[in-house]
């Protein structure tokens, strides 16, 4: 079972503005990047398991191939550094992404 | 049109005030930019910096960065550029930074023409464009409301290159902006000179960070952007740095959501074409980029509004049977303090009660929030009109979670382990964004009047 996080070099959350947080998978290499839009490793329904939230609040998912990136972008449950904020500039949102693997269990 | 084949771009940090290794700044100046440029700004702090008027940045550190930047470009006489000055570029932000400037031109006996562009946006000119439809939301944002505009303590506009170009044209030697579009800065000197304005642009996207698109990247450490008629180039002075494709191109995807479609004041960035090439020595060359303007022109708006003040109280648990109980005692103290100030009007004043070692970080969004840690960081936070009815609830709630009595309750002497006394923090005025939306002017220039001054001149 090949885990993400060897494969990936890059894992990493940060607002995309003050109603945005996305999320940055950068690959150590191509075939890896290649593998993961393959077996669409990145997807809505992943998004919203991982955070608990719903379909409409996942904006985009996108592949960079530049960067062998994906990138997926969520509506931030606060607008940031409203009353209740927990990290204001979204740096720390990334853990759940570190558990993953390609394949099944 | 200038008749050279290409110009030097030096980003000597980040952001003003992140600072850069001096040895580094002297490397680059032996390369000879044509131009010093750095942005100091980003609404990534948070509201609060907007809306108070204070930089997110410390005065002796920006101080400390300017003197080495404008020093150097006075004695070689090329421009230097600062955009969103003092961290949110409205006028007590500008204020600030020029203050710090006549500073450093007096110790520095440093002459030259100062332009100043402030970025404010009027109250005025905020509703008339709501009623016409020119102030429009920023999905996922909602549409602004009068209330939004009315309770700003400051709202500013995003400016393009284009006031920094007016600028530079009425013979400005040094430019401090306010509120700017990030990349502005970088491409204002290369436009007017006649490069193209996309790749001009997209050089100035990535050299706002400055090393942080090298690697190992950093925030603090010089970047270098050379611009000619097909492409750009770029590269650090530190010997520890090098700039691949990869730490390029991942710069692209940094605080965006789509890394194809980069949107600015006047249309965007479309890098669907665009080529990243490895060159030796650690340097990168870009190609490719265009430039799609929008049939409109449109500045973004950024406001925020006070909503009261915090008081916090940090304190940490590390009985099992409180920890396993954590809710239910939250609950029961929140019950106490609202029993206890049924006076104060409901609504008028909020209580968080943040759990760290559990969701305390990841707030909603935690998927692992039932795994029962051995130790609890609490911070209870209140949030009211004033200062005091703040002090009131929290102390309030403090006092009661550290004696709240709950079924099985083992250690009767006190819930709470408190790392300070006093336990309780004045955290002072509270902020939220009121705007963030995206405003349509007549032209790029004329919302952005700049003054011209002698660095040289006493205020």
Known sequence: MTRLIDVASVIRSKNAGPYEL?????????????????????NSGLICSLYGIEEKDVLDIIAFEPA???KATIKRPLVSGAIGETDVYGAQQHAPLLSLKFGDD | MTANASIKVLSPTAILGYGFPEKSFAAAMLLNPDVIAVDAGSSDPGPYYLGAGVSFTNRAAVKRDLRIMLTAARERNIPVLVGSAGGCGARPHLDWTVDIVKEIAAEEQLSGRLAVIPADVSKELLVSSMASG???????GDPASEDDVGSSTYVVAQMGEEPLIAALQAGADVIIAGRCYDPAVFAAVPINCGFD?????HMGKILECAAIASTPGSGSDCM?????????????????????????????????????????????????QTKFEQLENGRVRVTGTRFIP??????????????????????????????AKVDEIIAGVRARVEDNFRQMPTGSWELIFRTYGRDGVMGALE???????????????AIAKTQDDADTICSFARSTMLHFGYPGRVSTAGNLAFPYSPSDFKAGQVYAFSLYHLL???DPVSPFPFQLVNLEDRA
Do not use: M
Not at chain 2, 134 to 140: E, G
Not at chain 2, 197 to 201: E, F, G, I, P, T
Not at chain 2, 306 to 312: A, C, E, I, K, Q
């Open chain 2, 294 to 323: 929008s049939d409109d022109y449109f500045v973004k708006v950024e406001g925020a509004r006070p909503l009261g003040f915090r008081t916090v109280s940090i304190a940490g648990a590390r009985g099992p049977d409180f920890i």
């Open chain 2, 440 to 442: 349509k002017v007549a």
């Open chain 2, 367 to 381: 998927p692992q929030r039932d795994l029962t840690p051995h130790e609890l960081g609490i911070v209870i936070e």
């Open chain 2, 224 to 272: 270098i952007g050379t611009l000619d008629a097909e492409g750009f180039v770029l590269e650090t002075v530190n010997p520890e740095r090098v700039c691949t494709i990869s730490s390029v191109a991942a710069h692209t995807l940094y605080e965006k959501s789509d890394p194809y479609r980069l949107p600015g004041p006047g249309g965007a960035l479309d890098l669907h």
């Open chain 1, 22 to 42: 996305t999320f940055d998978i950068i690959f150590q290499d191509r075939f890896w990047f290649e593998e993961a839009k393959r077996v669409n490793l990145i």
């Open chain 1, 68 to 70: 062998n990136a994906i």
């Open chain 2, 134 to 140: 020119r102030l429009v939301a920023l999905p996922p």
């Open chain 2, 197 to 201: 304005r996309a790749l001009a642009l």
